[in-house]
C-alpha cells in the first residue's frame, strides 16, 4: 500500500538530516492525500526526496520519526524494536536481576519508539501510548512484547487513557490487553513497592529514581528525613533502610499517601520511625516544628510547556528557597525537576537563587539524572527530562 506524502518547505529538511525526529507542522508545505490522526506518512523534501516515515498527529508536532529508512512498518519492524530495547536492559543487567524486576523497557524517542512508553513490574508490562498512531498499533506491539519476553510475561496492561492527545477521534480505555496480573508488587533493589498501574500516576510508580534513592540511602543513617511530594513513599523505605531515625513522607494525595503507608509496611511492618501527611507541600513546611537533616523535593511537573516556564522556576525557586532556609545545619538537600522543557543550566541557576536568598553556605554534592533504562537519544536532546541536585547546607 502506498503512504501518504508529506512535502516540506525549502530547506526545512535540514533537522531530518541531523536525525531529529520531529517535524512541526510549520516546517509542512503540503500532503498529497486526506490524513487522519495517527496515519504512516513518508516525509519528502521539497524536491521529493524521501527522508523519513512516521506517524502523523494533529499539533504543533506533525510527524514523529519511525524511521529515516524507506522500509516497510510492519509486524517484523516492531518486534524488532521492541527486541532491541530489550537487549539493552538485559545489557544493563535489569531482565534476569534477583533484586530489582522494575524497570524501563520503552523511552520514547530514547528508544526509536516515539509516542510509547513501556515500564515492566515483574512480570507485568503497562504500556502508555502517547500518540493516537501508537494506540493504533497496540495490539502489534502486545504481540511483539509477548515474543521478546516469552514465559517472562503473564500480563500486558495498556494505561493510554489520559496520555493520549484530548481532541483524538479514539475512546481509549485501561485495561488488559493481554493476560492477568496476579499481583501488584515489585521490587527495586531488594524493597518491595505496589505498582498501582491501574489507578495511580504514570504507570504506577516512578522507575525513573531508583539510582537517587539509592544514593540516598547511603546519606540516611541517623538522620531526621523529609520526603515531599512523596507519591508512593519510594525515598522514605530506601532512608528506612539506610538507618534513618526519623522518616515523615508528605504527599497532597490521600491516596498517594495510603500506597506510601503500604511500602512501608510492606518492608518495615510496625516500624515507628515513619509517619506520612496528607497536606500541602508549601503549607507543610510553613508549619514544621521538626529540624530535618536530610530532605527530597521531588514535585511534580511545575512547566509541562515552554509559556509556563517563567512562573514554573519561580515555584521551583520559593520551594528550594524554604527548603534551604529550614534544613538543618549540615543537612543534605535532594532536588529535582522533572519538567522537560526546564534546562539544566536552567534549573541550577534556579536553584541558585533560591541559596542565595537563605544567604547559608551551600554546595553541591552530585548532579543527578535519569537512569540508563530512560536513555536520551544524542539526536534528540529534549529527551532529558530529569535532573537533580544533592546539596549541602552548613
Not at 107 to 119: A, F, N
Not at 265 to 279: Q, Y
Not at 295 to 322: C, E, S, T, W
Request: hydrophobic share 40%; aromatic share 10%; net charge neutral.
Amino acid at each position: 500500500m502506498q503512504l501518504p506524502v508529506v512535502y516540506l518547505k525549502p530547506v526545512k529538511e535540514q533537522s531530518l538530516k541531523r536525525f531529529h525526529p520531529w517535524i512541526f507542522s510549520g516546517a509542512i508545505k503540503n500532503v498529497n492525500a486526506e490524513l487522519e490522526e495517527g496515519d504512516l506518512v513518508r516525509v519528502h523534501d521539497s524536491h521529493d526526496n524521501f527522508l523519513a516515515i512516521g506517524h502523523y498527529q494533529i499539533g504543533s508536532i506533525a510527524v514523529r520519526v519511525l524511521s529515516f529508512k524507506d522500509e516497510t512498518i510492519d509486524d517484523a519492524f516492531w518486534q524488532r524494536k521492541i527486541r532491541v530495547a530489550y537487549e539493552i536492559r538485559a545489557a544493563m543487567g535489569l531482565t534476569s536481576s534477583e533484586t530489582t524486576n522494575a524497570f524501563r523497557l520503552v523511552h520514547g524517542e530514547g528508544d526509536g519508539l516515539p509516542g510509547l512508553i513501556v515500564d515492566v513490574y515483574d512480570q507485568t508490562a503497562v504500556v502508555q501510548m502517547h500518540t493516537v498512531g501508537m494506540y493504533r498499533c497496540r495490539n502489534v506491539l502486545a504481540d511483539a512484547l509477548k515474543d521478546v519476553f516469552g514465559d517472562k510475561l503473564t500480563a500486558i496492561y495498556d494505561k493510554s487513557e489520559g496520555t493520549l492527545p484530548f481532541k483524538a477521534n479514539v475512546q481509549p480505555e485501561n485495561g488488559f490487553l493481554w493476560g492477568k496480573s496476579t499481583s501488584h508488587i515489585a521490587k527495586e533493589n531488594g524493597l518491595l513497592f505496589q505498582a498501582d498501574w491501574e489507578k495511580g500516576q504514570k504507570t504506577g510508580f516512578f522507575v525513573d529514581q531508583r539510582e537517587n534513592r539509592a544514593l540516598l540511602e547511603k546519606y540516611s543513617a541517623n538522620r531526621k528525613v523529609l520526603n515531599m511530594f512523596c507519591y508512593t513513599g519510594g525515598f522514605s523505605f530506601y532512608a528506612m533502610r539506610g538507618g534513618a531515625k526519623m522518616v515523615h513522607s508528605v504527599d497532597s494525595s490521600e491516596r498517594a499517601v495510603e500506597l506510601t503507608n503500604q511500602n512501608v509496611e510492606l518492608n518495615f511492618p510496625g516500624d515507628i520511625r515513619h509517619s506520612s501527611f496528607a497536606v500541602d507541600a508549601f503549607k507543610f513546611m510553613e508549619s514544621a516544628k521538626e529540624k530535618y537533616d536530610l530532605m527530597v523535593l521531588d514535585p511534580p511537573a511545575f512547566a509541562k510547556h515552554l509559556k509556563v516556564i517563567k512562573n514554573a522556576l519561580q515555584g521551583y525557586k520559593r520551594l528550594n528557597a524554604k527548603a534551604i532556609e529550614m534544613i538543618a545545619p549540615g543537612g543534605i538537600l535532594f532536588t529535582f525537576s522533572c519538567s522537560q522543557v526546564i534546562s539544566k543550566e536552567a534549573f541550577r541557576t534556579m536553584v541558585f537563587s533560591a541559596a542565595a536568598r537563605s544567604g547559608r553556605n551551600v554546595r553541591i554534592l552530585h548532579q543527578l539524572d535519569q537512569p540508563a533504562d530512560h536513555p536520551v537519544s544524542i539526536y534528540h536532546p529534549e529527551g532529558e527530562y530529569l535532573k537533580g541536585l544533592v546539596l549541602y547546607v552548613e
